[in-house]
C-alpha cells in the first residue's frame, strides 16, 4: 500500500463534520471540506461564501488566503485526532510564518482547492507546507508556517 | 479596513525614521466569537492586516500582500487583557514595491514581528 493512499474513505463535505474537526467557529471559519488525508498530507477546499468577514470588495483578502492554508492545516490535525479517538479538536493558532507568497487573489463565490504537507511535527509545534489553488488549477498562494497546539 | 469596526487608530506619528500607531481594538469584534469560543485569540493574519492598512493609510494607496518572512508570533494578543497594541515600522519604495519591517507591541512587550513585501494596486 501506498503511503500516500488517502486514509479517508470518502470526502467529507458536510459542513457540520468539519467544525467538529477544527477549534475555528464562524464566522471564522475558512474550511469546509477535507477530500484526501494521508498520514502526513492533506487535501482541502473552501467555497468562498460572499458574505464572508475576509472578503472585501467581492475579493478574498490575503488574510483570508493565509488563514485558509492555516486551517486547512487545522483540518488535518483535527482529522489525525479524530483516528485517535479524540472527541473534540485542540485549539491551535499559527505560531510563525517562515514564508508566504500571494500571487493572486480570488474571488469570492469562487472554490479554493488546498495541498497540506507536514513537514515535520515536534512536542505541539508542527511545521506545515501549503499551496492553495484556484478551480482551474492556477496556483494563488503558498505558504510554510509553524502552528501550535494548546488543550 | 477589511473587518469592519475591527479597532480605532488613536494615534500615528512619525519618530526616528519610524511609525508608531497606537491602535485600540474592539475587544467585543464578532471576530471573537470564531477564534476562539470562549477563548478569545486575535487572529495572526489580522494582526498581520493592520500593517498593511496602516501602511495605506500613510502612502494614500491601495496595497496588496505580495511576500512575508519570518513573521513570528512571540505572544497571544488576548483582547480581554491587550486591546491596545502599538506598531511599530518603517518601510520604503523600490521599483513600485512597498518593503515594511515592524513589530507589534502590547504594553507588556512585542506580540509580532513582521517582514512584508506588498504591491501598489
Known amino acids: ?151 | 479596513m477589511l473587518l469592519k469596526d475591527f479597532y480605532s487608530v488613536e494615534s500615528s506619528k512619525e519618530e526616528g525614521g519610524k511609525w508608531i500607531t497606537h491602535i485600540k481594538i474592539n475587544k467585543d469584534h464578532q471576530v471573537y466569537d470564531g477564534h476562539f469560543p470562549n477563548r478569545p485569540v486575535t487572529p495572526g493574519v489580522i494582526l498581520i492586516q493592520l500593517f498593511k492598512e496602516d501602511a495605506e493609510r500613510r502612502l494614500e494607496k491601495s496595497l496588496q500582500l505580495k511576500n512575508a518572512n519570518n513573521i513570528k508570533f512571540m505572544a497571544v494578543v488576548d483582547p480581554k487583557i491587550h486591546d491596545e497594541l502599538f506598531l511599530e515600522y518603517h518601510f520604503e519604495d523600490i521599483n513600485q514595491e512597498i518593503r515594511l519591517k515592524g513589530i507589534a507591541k502590547t504594553n507588556e512587550g512585542i506580540s509580532l514581528k513582521i517582514n512584508a513585501v506588498y504591491k501598489l494596486i
Open chain 1, 1 to 151: 500500500m501506498s503511503m500516500k493512499q488517502s486514509l479517508l474513505k470518502e470526502p467529507i463535505l458536510e459542513i457540520e463534520r468539519i467544525l467538529e474537526l477544527i477549534p475555528q467557529k464562524p464566522p471564522f471559519v475558512m474550511v469546509d471540506r477535507l477530500l484526501e488525508y494521508t498520514e502526513s498530507t492533506g487535501k482541502t477546499g473552501f467555497v468562498i461564501p460572499k458574505d464572508n468577514i475576509l472578503v472585501e470588495n467581492g475579493v478574498f483578502s490575503e488574510p483570508g488566503l493565509i488563514e485558509h492554508m492555516a486551517q486547512s492545516m487545522s483540518l488535518w490535525r483535527g482529522y489525525q485526532g479524530f483516528l485517535a479517538g479524540l472527541d473534540k479538536p485542540k485549539t491551535g493558532f499559527i505560531g510563525s510564518i517562515k514564508s508566504v507568497e500571494i500571487f493572486e487573489l480570488p474571488k469570492a463565490g469562487s472554490t479554493l482547492t488546498t495541498y497540506v504537507e507536514i513537514l515535520q511535527e515536534f512536542k505541539n509545534v508542527t511545521s506545515v507546507g501549503a499551496r492553495t489553488e484556484d478551480e482551474s488549477g492556477k496556483l494563488l498562494a503558498t505558504s510554510e508556517m509553524k502552528t501550535v497546539t494548546v488543550d
